[in-house]
């Protein structure tokens, strides 16, 4: 593997709450460049425009900066291959997609979206797996020319070759062989003007000089499409190394549907960083057991890019669990360890807010900890027994908790505001009075019925805590529904 000059990048997508999986695939590079003296670059890849937000772009920015990882180019730092947000390229990549219909090897598609899903539900049905059907690929240039000049939306899309394989040797994997018949004619440019991901991806890649693109194993099918268009453009490709995806211990995918998968959630309870990073870094190197605990500059000594395992990465909690305990007992001194408590205590303003919200409902500061020690607990060990005051039954509970824990996701600015107007729009739209609704939701989020504020409480707790506190309050009040007949 040639390693002269490298330049790795991270690349996430600014569409939710950072994940821990991108904090695997970023402490590779990062460790990557520092193995090889090269740069490690960030760049936000939000063609997504629908679903990309500032907000998650500042929490991106601020989980990898809390995992200890500092990149040498960026969005926040600029640097000479800028600007390092897609967003504020939309004009680079036209003319690269102009040269690839003009040689023949793209062409105009005016598929309306209709016709497309009617299509897909078509070879679903036959059983074959949903691809264009080439309906557009052979329009003449009369037809394109005047429908273009008549302002038909329209995409463009890649040509395929029609027999043979993509050929191409991997980091991880080797040599791997993809059938062209299993690539579809990739949507290039969509009818706003702003690139699909994969044409940006190795525009960006070409024009930022990036000679390795690690990233997880779910791209590896996607290798193909990203080979041609670098051929198309008469570019050579970087290396590519796929990595395992990150599962549970019964090999199923990390998903935050199974498990908190946000960073977000493990700078809430109290993991800190070193420990995160050190558990981590373990599955890119073989270690001797006693030898665990290992800080950034030691992981990069002991990394180990030619001895990758394609088995998967087990998200091991137990395992993370006892590095983080080590952490705190071995590696923190006295003072270090205060400060670490205190700067968790004041992350996103917990201790304030929670003070100001307590401070005119205690009698006494002893009171404190009842009142509001569940905006600290990592594990609030909640039973059946909690839920007995509430006069709704069982099933209804059931009900509230799992209508609200979806449809809270779909809040794109997580405040106190927009908290309350999603729960109130969720009282509307199942029937029922909005204290039916929070009754359930005290108690899952705190422990107790007699508690602070909800919505400030939701908002403090911030969107992964409070998922996962539902989540675990269904399956409790689950055990108190009888079963189906």
């Given at each position: 593997m040639t390693t002269s000059g490298v330049r790795v990048r991270i690349a996430p997508s600014p569409t939710g709450e950072p994940h821990v999986g991108t904090a695997y695939i970023a402490l590779f590079n990062y460790l990557f460049a520092k193995k090889h003296g090269g740069e490690f670059i960030l760049r936000i890849e939000d063609?997504?425009?629908?679903?990309s937000t500032p907000e998650f772009e500042t929490?991106?920015?601020?989980?990898?900066?809390?995992?200890?990882?500092?990149?040498?180019?960026?969005?926040?730092?600029?640097?000479?291959y800028g600007p390092y947000r897609q967003s504020d390229r939309k004009d680079i990549y036209r003319p690269y997609v102009e040269k690839i219909v003009d040689a023949g090897h793209g062409f105009r598609c005016f598929c309306t979206p209709e016709r497309l899903e009617k299509m897909r539900e078509a070879q679903?049905?036959?059983?074959?797996?949903?691809?264009?059907?080439?309906?557009?690929?052979?329009?003449?240039?009369?037809?394109?020319?005047?429908?273009?000049?008549?302002?038909?939306?329209?995409?463009?899309?890649?040509?395929?070759?029609t027999e043979g394989s993509c050929k191409f040797h991997d980091g991880v994997y080797g040599d791997v062989e993809i059938p062209w018949d299993a690539v579809d004619m990739q949507v290039l440019l969509k009818a706003d003007g702003m690139p699909t991901y994969h044409m940006a991806n190795v525009v960006d890649d070409h024009l930022m000089k990036i000679t390795h693109v690690a990233r997880g194993e779910e791209w590896l099918a996607s290798v193909p499409k990203h080979i041609l268009i670098?051929?198309?453009?008469?570019?050579e490709p970087p290396v590519?190394?796929?990595?395992?995806?990150?599962?549970?211990?019964?090999?199923?995918?990390?998903?935050?549907?199974?498990?908190?998968?946000?960073i977000s959630y493990y700078t809430a309870l109290g993991y800190i960083p070193e420990a995160l990073m050190n558990f981590l870094g373990l599955f890119f190197m073989q270690i001797a057991e006693g030898d665990e605990l290992l800080d950034m500059d030691e992981l990069a000594a002991k990394f180990d890019p030619e001895n990758l395992s394609k088995a998967g990465a087990i998200f091991d909690i137990q395992k993370l669990d006892w590095l983080n305990g080590r952490w705190i007992r071995e590696k923190l001194s006295e003072e270090e360890f205060q400060q670490r408590v205190l700067t968790w205590a004041m992350e996103n303003s917990r201790l304030q807010e929670g003070l100001k919200l307590s401070q005119s409902r205690i009698t006494k500061l002893g009171e404190l900890p009842d009142l509001a020690g569940f905006l600290f607990k990592s594990d609030l060990n909640l039973d059946a027994s909690a839920f007995a005051k509430i006069k709704s039954t069982p099933e209804e509970l059931l009900e509230i908790l799992n209508t609200v824990q979806p449809d809270l996701e779909k809040i794109l600015e997580w405040n106190v505001e927009t908290i309350e107007a999603e729960l109130r729009a969720i009282a509307d739209r199942m029937g029922k009075k909005l204290k039916v609704i929070v009754a359930p939701l005290f108690v899952a989020m705190s422990g107790s019925s007699r508690?602070?504020?909800?919505?400030?409480?939701?908002?403090?707790?911030?969107r992964s805590v409070v998922r996962q506190r539902l989540k675990l309050a269904a399956q409790t009040v689950a055990t108190l529904v009888g079963p189906k007949n």
């Open positions: 063609t997504d425009a629908t679903r929490k991106v920015l601020d989980a990898l900066k809390w995992c200890g990882l500092k990149w040498s180019e960026g969005p926040d730092i600029g640097g000479p679903r049905a036959a059983g074959l797996p949903p691809k264009y059907d080439g309906h557009c690929l052979n329009l003449s240039a009369e037809e394109v020319t005047t429908r273009v000049a008549a302002g038909e939306p329209h995409v463009v899309r890649m040509k395929i070759p670098y051929r198309y453009l008469g570019l590519f190394m796929h990595l395992s995806l990150m599962r549970n211990a019964d090999k199923s995918k990390l998903s935050k549907r199974k498990n908190p998968t946000s508690s602070l504020p909800l919505f400030d409480s939701m908002a403090i707790l911030g």
